[in-house]
């Protein structure tokens, strides 16, 4: 006797949906608090603005609001959908989690759901997770939804960070496909490096003396090493989006899009260059105008360029993602069909 397993197939993203907060926040509204100027920040991240959730915003609403536009493109309804993954740093509880308080308020509460902490290359963990199991026969529809409310865990008093990060939520619907649509998963970690980037600082003391009880870390807040993450993004990170292009057998002048994390429009720009992304390709750059937001960097920048961009719907993309931990992830994708 042996178990009997079903024949792979093929998975796709069917569609994407995304929600921005309503608040828009200029340079010139945060400055003076960091003792900066507009063109310092633009010049050192490319950021104009960013989304600023409001009190009446949270991470599960957002989530919620994307979902919804995510279904409805991909003419489904919450009930089709069998598997939920979320992908946030910034829902403030560990448990229940938050995507079973997303499934709630979505109306189906018996669907498979959870979370997964991958930072800022959380969405791309999702992709390859929902696109394994819609390959093997465990899902038939998978929603993935990257969600941030990362002003809850930004020191508007920090030169640093003040002035990076931002909100919002955005999700794919992902299933099955004649053809393939989303190629080979490269990922992995640069773990011994971990401390780069750290949602609350206090972290590191507390791992050298855990008798000190959680009670000691306060609340939490963002804190990272600008150039660790800069040098490590642009010349580990970048190899890994070459391996998901040679793992996928696609060529960079293959691509209709590039679509990385919008961490800085620096390392956009640098990482592009060394994948040897050509000028035919259309890079993202959503992090001008609405931030870095995280986990849901990714279906927010890939919802912009549809938007700017119809003709890109079919045509291939490659996504990477990467962030604290250090964690990262790149699958080449095609992108969703015209809703």
């Known amino acids: 006797m042996s178990i009997k397993l079903p024949a792979m197939g093929n998975s796709q993203i069917l ?4 929600y921005r907060p309503k608040r828009l926040v200029p340079n010139s509204e945060i400055v003076d608090r960091i003792k900066s100027n507009d063109e310092w920040i633009e010049q ?20 919620q609001a994307a979902c919804e536009q995510a279904l409805k493109r991909a003419k489904l309804t919450i009930a089709d959908i069998d598997t939920v993954i979320l992908a946030t740093i910034s829902y403030p509880f560990q448990a229940p989690s938050a995507a079973t308080e997303l499934i709630n308020v979505l109306g189906n509460p018996k669907a498979a759901a959870f979370d997964i902490s991958a930072a800022c290359a959380g969405f791309c963990y999702g992709v390859a997770m929902a696109s394994d199991l819609v390959r093997a026969g465990t899902s038939k529809y998978v929603l993935v939804v990257g969600v941030e409310k990362l002003s809850d865990f930004t020191d508007p008093d920090d030169r640093a960070t003040a002035f990076i990060f931002a909100d919002g939520a955005g999700a794919v619907v992902i299933g099955a496909s004649d ?17 780069a980037i750290i949602l609350n600082p206090a972290y ?13 870390l306060g609340w939490p807040n963002i804190s990272q090493q600008g150039q660790v993450v800069y040098r490590w993004a642009v010349f580990t990170v970048s190899k890994i989006g070459i391996k998901a292009l040679e793992a996928a057998g696609v060529r960079p002048d293959e691509l209709g899009a590039f679509i990385p994390h919008q961490a800085n429009m620096r390392i956009i720009e640098s990482m592009a260059k060394k994948i040897k ?16 937001t995280s ?6 920048a890939m919802d912009a360029l549809l938007d700017a961009h119809p003709e890109l719907h079919g045509e291939l993309a490659l996504l ?9 992830a790149a699958q080449v994708v095609e992108l969703p069909p015209a809703p």
């Open 15 to 18: 569609s994407v949906g995304s």
């Open 295 to 300: 986990a849901a960097s990714i279906p927010l």
């Open 320 to 328: 990477i993602g990467y962030g604290a931990g250090l964690v990262y």
């Open 44 to 63: 050192r991240t490319g950021i104009q603005s960013r989304r600023i959730a409001g009190p009446d915003e949270s991470v599960i609403s957002m989530a």
């Open 179 to 195: 053809k393939a649509g989303i190629g080979p998963t490269a990922w992995g970690s640069d773990a011994d490096s971990r401390d």
């Open 204 to 216: 590191t003391e507390f791992r050298n003396a855990p008798d000190k009880g959680v009670t000691a």
């Open 277 to 292: 992304i050509p000028e035919s390709v259309l890079i993202a750059d959503d992090i001008r105008v609405n931030g870095n």
